[in-house]
């Protein structure tokens, strides 16, 4: 017997919406891809009408020029340094180093601080327990603008201003939203699992490393990429307390507010831009589906 083929009904909803994504993929793609060809330009090129046509010049150094050296001015006595300028036309590979050492190392404090935080809290129903929970939830409601002073000021007085460790310490926090996202998920698992591994003596640190934190695994990978791929677009906490580890998004920040003409031009700008896109773009390709997995867990059979 012939299966009978499925009727579509036109929807003038569902057809709007599906306009509107292709239109939006459209220009995200247009953007991309006009941002990639001016980036390999000369300024003349893009300045005479060439716009969106390709290059005449594949000018690939543009990705070299956007990783130039920086020169700081300091006003003396001032912990807050200037606005660098930009130098020599080389590479600087301290930029390079900076970027992922902010990067990685604020990604993976901003996650590990929390997620242990949140499995005390969660598994240990002490008083400290739920007065933590309290703190969390309300410095989630209180404004932080206005901190930013006496944060710079701490730092300096505690001598860890302008160094990589006291940025980690800065990150190293369990306030926000991601502290309740791990609270969360070690709330519902059973704690069973917890029984088990103390009756074949397991110790403390041995139940949340090996039993607890892996089956939570799933969502702080997902958290420790979503927390590098805000760490690297930032630039504001590089230029508040990293003034002389400039990173490749204070570079771009740079760029966009200079007025020199030979490391600011168009092409520059969108060599920096490509390469703050790349490696995020990248990133969501290869996690596309850790990102937007969902967590399953098994359970234990009597």
Request: net charge positive; with cysteine; hydrophobic share 50%.
């Amino acid at each position: 017997m012939q299966k009978g083929k499925r009727k579509y009904k036109f929807n003038l909803f569902n057809t709007a919406i599906l306009v509107i994504l292709i239109l939006y993929a459209f220009i995200l793609f247009f953007a991309l891809y006009w941002m990639k060809t001016s980036a390999l330009k000369t300024d003349k090129e893009i300045v005479s009408g060439n716009f969106f046509g390709l290059p005449k010049e594949w000018l690939f150094k543009n990705y070299i020029t956007a990783l130039r050296v920086f020169e700081y001015q300091t006003l003396e006595g001032d912990i807050v340094k200037l606005l660098p300028t930009l130098t020599s036309s080389g590479l600087d590979y301290g930029i390079i180093i900076n970027t992922l050492l902010y990067t990685i190392g604020g990604a993976l404090c901003a996650s590990i601080v929390p997620c242990f935080v949140s499995y005390v809290v969660a598994k240990f129903d002490y008083r400290i327990s739920r007065i933590i929970y309290g703190t969390v939830i309300v410095t989630m409601i209180l404004p932080v603008v206005g901190n930013y002073p006496s944060m710079v000021n701490v730092m300096y007085e505690l001598e860890i201003y302008d160094t990589f460790i006291g940025n980690w310490l800065q990150k190293s926090n369990f306030l926000g939203m991601y502290f309740l996202i791990f609270y969360a998920a070690f709330k519902s698992l059973p704690n069973d699992y917890m029984e088990a591994a103390y009756i074949d003596g397991a110790s403390e640190w041995r139940v949340l490393l090996s039993i607890m934190f892996p089956l939570v695994k799933t969502i702080f990978l997902s958290i420790t990429l979503i927390h590098f791929v805000d760490i690297w677009n930032d630039y504001q906490t590089v230029l508040l307390y990293l003034p002389s580890h400039p990173t490749i998004a204070f570079s771009v920040y740079v760029r966009a507010t200079s007025t020199e003409t030979g490391s600011a031009g168009t092409e520059i700008k969108m060599a920096s831009c490509m390469i703050m896109v790349v490696p995020t773009v990248l990133i969501f390709i290869k996690f596309k589906d850790r990102l937007m997995g969902n967590l399953s867990m098994g359970g234990i059979k009597g």
